[in-house]
């Protein structure tokens, strides 16, 4: 089998690469590990910056996007029992779209699907050969029989734990990660959310946020050790600490209900370099990784997406290859923008274990700072609304 860009992970990277591809006469084939069932069970967040709604509209897949999603001008900040709003429309003229990040992957499917493109599923021992040549391939078993994808160029959309990455020879590819002491214990649960919007809260029993999907289901989640479990916490229980994490006015709101998920993330910022070696480029989870405290992880993503789509469209379409050439550092700069930002909100916000009273009242200044000056305000709805790409 043949085709130009051979595309590794129908996770939302790949899917929206190979729809914007598509939309400029590129050929692709997208292969996925998993069933589209499982992935598309795959608990997300849900905050689309605009930038990410842009190419789902230059994709020709925002119809629901815009039909569900909820525009969110805005978003509490919430420490000290006291709560402040940071408002995101009037400091930067640019509101988030809450709408599921596992939505956007499943109108993705639906858009490839409906263009007849192909997809292969459950893939196994995914070798990308001769990336460092003109004359790359992907071989692959499916149903028990090995097989070949000759390409012009192989897309690592494959996430943290795909092969792209570990492709890249160890003595070019360059890992920078962080891991942080603690995890976020979520919960989703049919119950009608706290808010309108977003609660981020920082208390001394430790970080809570108060999101949701739509107008009747939530999403919470708690800080906890690395060490805990789900299994250690019942739902009455996940309810009464999160209540404690609160301010008096939403802990009172709070309507509960059983949970429906319930799950552990650990916390970790990562970046590798380069996101190109030869005819290989990482997009996505491939090459990065965000704690989840700023909405980062889908909408960096994007972007990567965004460079390297309009760089193989002009390839092809013109024969420039600037974008190629330059994609790698493009994707890094802006990234490496994200990766601060989300560090920044998570040092913030969380209860660290070794924190002493000093860094604690650094955290107290710092907070009152936010709720206090506009220009700090601003700079972080900038960074929450999305940079510039
Ligand atoms: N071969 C084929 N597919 C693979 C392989 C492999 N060797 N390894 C992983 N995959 C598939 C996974 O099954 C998954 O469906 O690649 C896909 C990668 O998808 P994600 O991990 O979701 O990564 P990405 O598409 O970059 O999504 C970026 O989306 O929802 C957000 O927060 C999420 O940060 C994440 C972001
Ligand atoms: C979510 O809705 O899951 C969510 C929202 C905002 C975040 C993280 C997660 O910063």
């Known amino acids: 089998m043949r085709t130009q860009v051979a595309i590794i992970g129908g996770g939302p990277s790949g899917l929206l690469l190979g729809q914007l591809l598509h939309r400029h006469g590129v050929e692709t084939v997208v292969l996925e590990r998993k069933t589209k069932d499982y992935v598309l069970?795959?608990?997300?967040?849900?905050?689309?910056?605009?930038?990410?709604?842009?190419?789902?509209e230059e994709a020709g897949c925002a119809e629901r996007l815009h039909a569900e999603g909820f525009v969110h001008d805005g978003t509490h900040v919430a420490f000290g029992g006291e709560?402040?709003?940071?408002?995101?429309?009037?400091?930067?003229?640019?509101?988030?779209?809450?709408?599921?990040?596992?939505?956007?992957?499943?109108?993705?499917?639906?858009?490839?699907?409906?263009?007849?493109?192909?997809?292969?599923?459950?893939?196994?021992?995914?070798?990308?050969?001769?990336?460092?040549?003109?004359?790359?391939?992907?071989?692959?078993t499916v149903g028990g029989e090995r097989q070949r994808l000759d390409c012009d160029f192989v897309a690592g959309c494959d996430g943290f734990h795909g092969v792209s990455r570990k492709t890249i020879p160890a003595d070019i590819l360059r890992e920078h990660e962080k891991i942080y002491p603690f995890g976020w214990l979520g919960i989703l649960s049919e119950t009608p959310p706290v808010d309108q919007e977003l609660i981020y809260s920082n208390s001394d029993r430790g970080f809570a946020l108060c999101s949701m999907r739509n107008a009747t289901l939530s999403r919470y989640y708690v800080q906890v050790p690395l060490t805990d479990s789900p299994?250690?916490?019942?739902?009455?229980?996940?309810?009464?600490?999160?209540?404690?994490?609160?301010?008096?006015?939403?802990?009172?709101?709070?309507?509960?209900?059983?949970?429906?998920?319930?799950?552990?993330?650990?916390?970790?910022?990562?970046?590798?370099?380069?996101?190109?070696?030869?005819?290989?480029?990482?997009?996505?989870?491939?090459?990065?990784?965000?704690?989840?405290?700023?909405?980062?992880?889908?909408?960096?993503?994007?972007?990567?997406?965004?460079?390297?789509?309009?760089?193989?469209?002009?390839?092809y379409v013109d024969g420039d290859d600037a974008g190629i050439e330059g994609y790698s550092a493009k994707a890094l700069a802006r990234i490496w923008k994200a990766e601060r930002f989300s560090w920044w909100f998570t040092s913030l916000m969380h209860q660290f274990p070794d924190q002493t009273e000093f860094d604690r009242q650094l955290q107290r200044a710092e907070l009152d700072f936010l709720r206090t000056s506009e220009a700090a305000q601003k700079a972080m709805a900038e960074n929450y609304v999305g940079l510039p790409y």
């Not at 069970?41 to 789902?56: D, F, K, N, P, S």
């Not at 003229?93 to 263009?115: C, H, K, M, N, S």
């Not at 590798?272 to 704690?291: K, T």
């Open 83 to 140: 709560m402040f709003r940071v408002d995101f429309t009037a400091l930067t003229g640019t509101p988030v779209i809450v709408y599921g990040q596992t939505e956007v992957t499943r109108d993705l499917y639906a858009a490839r699907e409906e263009a007849g493109l192909p997809i292969v599923y459950e893939v196994e021992d995914v070798v990308i050969e001769g990336a460092d040549t003109d004359a790359p391939a992907v071989t692959y």
């Open 231 to 315: 299994d250690n916490w019942s739902d009455n229980a996940f309810w009464d600490e999160l209540r404690r994490r609160l301010p008096p006015g939403p802990a009172e709101a709070l309507v509960t209900g059983p949970s429906i998920e319930k799950s552990i993330a650990p916390l970790r910022s990562f970046v590798s370099e380069p996101m190109r070696w030869g005819r290989l480029f990482l997009c996505g989870d491939a090459a990065h990784i965000v704690p989840p405290t700023g909405a980062k992880g889908l909408n960096t993503a994007a972007s990567d997406v965004q460079y390297l789509a309009h760089a193989l469209r002009d390839h």
């Open 41 to 56: 069970g795959r608990i997300r967040a849900g905050v689309l910056e605009q930038g990410l709604v842009r190419l789902m």
